[in-house]
């Protein structure tokens, strides 16, 4: 069994600090469009504040153009707060991305974790299998003197003939497993007794 995976307390670290920055990002869209909806009542209302000068009456245009410079003044300082809310949108959608750039991170070293897992399981299982294929052999009655453990000797490497009517040994198999080795010296050695 492999060990877990000990970066997964990262991870949900890093989901969180993902999930917040999104928070952050949803937040400052939502004050964004609040601060334009602002400057557009702003625009509406210096739009109605518009003077028609009557002659008559100076100190009423007077009042007038002061109250729509006010209105100017603040649909200047709405305008400042709506750009300061887009940009802060901007910052909020750039550590959102950062942060989902430093759970993708974690998330690859998991993904990387889960295969070498699976990996290891399946060489450890392809070695089970191939320890009972080896140490498992028929009985046939073989020859005294066989094989530890009470087995009989096991088949020897095809001699087949020669095209020329003569007959070789073929050569034996070199690789395999600590038994395998173990047959093949035997049969050399039998095949060193029989020259």
Known sequence: MSPRFRLSSILRARKAQEDAAKGGVMRARSEAAAAA???EQQEIELK??????EPSS????????????????ELSVRRQQAEEAQ?????SVN??????????MVEKLAER?????????????????????TTRRPRTGGLAGGLPGGGSQAARPH????????????RPHTGGTRTDKWQTSRWQAG???GR
Do not use: C, N, Y
Request: proline share 4%; aromatic share 2%; hydrophobic share 40%.
């Open 191 to 193: 095949q060193e007794k």
């Open 48 to 53: 109605t504040r518009m003077i028609v000068p």
């Open 95 to 104: 550590t959102w991305s950062a942060a989902s750039q430093r759970r993708r």
């Open 58 to 73: 100076a100190s009423a245009f007077v009042a007038a153009m002061a109250a729509r410079r006010a209105v100017a003044a």
């Open 113 to 133: 974790h889960e295969t070498a897992r699976q990996e290891a399981e399946a060489a450890a299982e392809q070695s089970a299998v191939d320890d009972l294929s």
């Open 87 to 91: 940009r802060r949108v901007g910052a």
């Open 159 to 170: 001699t087949g003939g020669l095209p020329d009517g003569g007959s070789q040994p073929a």
């Open 37 to 39: 909806e602002r400057v």
